[in-house]
């Protein structure tokens, strides 16, 4: 695991998409493994700016996770999130795109042909990843087993206040969602987590230096070869 501890959330976020653009540049036809959420619209951005002059009209991708239940033209989709943060201000063709459909009538079935597009686009060459307060990857909550593979997972209570500010109010934040497994995100060939705040903190402690256990399912990208973990100094705050 290589940590990388920048002196602001935006050098972190910035250093992220440059990596994402240089795996273009080198390897036009890459599958990339693409997140949600704040700390990645930065990343986004940046991205947004630097696929100008890096096509990405050969690389695939596919998603972590979506909310079960929300149809992708969703206000709070994540497949709506990355067409606005991303795919629609790109040249990436959207039948490269994958994000799991919430809107399945079989979201088991959805979750495991999910996997199996992965195993046959290759598998991902670079997976993104965010980090939750809770210490979840992808929507793997605390005590997902370590081992797991895409699949319908019950959101805590934690994640569930956590996302609820990017809810209309009133509007209940879903409790399932499809995520890729522990075992999938394992199996890409190298890993960049980005976790910006100190609100992030506590989970970047027990990811990096507290025991690899399904507690804190983060941690077990202590046993990835290719894993590095780009943070700011709030995040990082906790290390020993
Ligand atoms: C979303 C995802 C989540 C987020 C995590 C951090 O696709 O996979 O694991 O990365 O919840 O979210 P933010 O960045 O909003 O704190």
């Known amino acids: 695991m290589k940590v990388l501890i920048l002196k602001s959330a935006e050098l972190a976020t910035e250093a992220a998409s440059r ?3 240089s795996l273009v540049e080198a390897k036009p036809d890459c ?7 704040g700390t990645m619209e930065p990343v986004y951005a940046a991205l947004r700016q630097g696929a100008g002059a890096i096509s990405f009209a050969g690389v695939r991708s596919f998603n972590l996770d979506e909310y079960v239940g929300l149809a992708p033209d969703h206000a709070q989709s994540y497949h709506r999130y990355m067409a606005e943060q991303l795919f629609d201000h790109i040249d990436i ?6 994000v ?8 088991n079935t959805e979750a495991r042909l999910f996997d199996e597009a992965i195993a046959a686009a290759g598998g991902i060459d670079l997976q993104l990843l965010g980090l939750g307060a809770n210490g979840h990857i992808g929507f793997n909550e605390p005590f997902s087993s370590l081992g797991s593979r895409t699949r319908v997972k019950t959101l805590t209570r934690k994640t569930r206040e956590d996302n609820a500010r990017l809810f209309a109010e009133g509007e209940e934040v879903p ?6 497994g522990v075992g999938t995100i394992m199996e890409a060939r190298r890993i960049l987590l980005v976790a910006t705040g100190a609100h992030k903190a506590c989970a970047v ?3 990096i230096e507290g025991p690899v256990s399904a507690a804190c399912p983060a941690s ?9 973990i780009l943070l700011d100094e709030g995040a990082a705050s906790a290390l020993k």
Do not use: K
């Open 19 to 21: 990596e994402i653009l």
């Open 31 to 37: 599958t990339l493994g693409l997140a949600t959420g």
């Open 93 to 98: 063709r959207p039948e490269n795109t994958h």
């Open 100 to 107: 799991p459909r919430g809107d399945a009538a079989s979201p």
């Open 175 to 180: 409790t399932y969602a499809i995520t890729m």
């Open 205 to 207: 402690a027990a990811m």
């Open 220 to 228: 077990v990208l202590q046993f990835h070869p290719q894993a590095t």
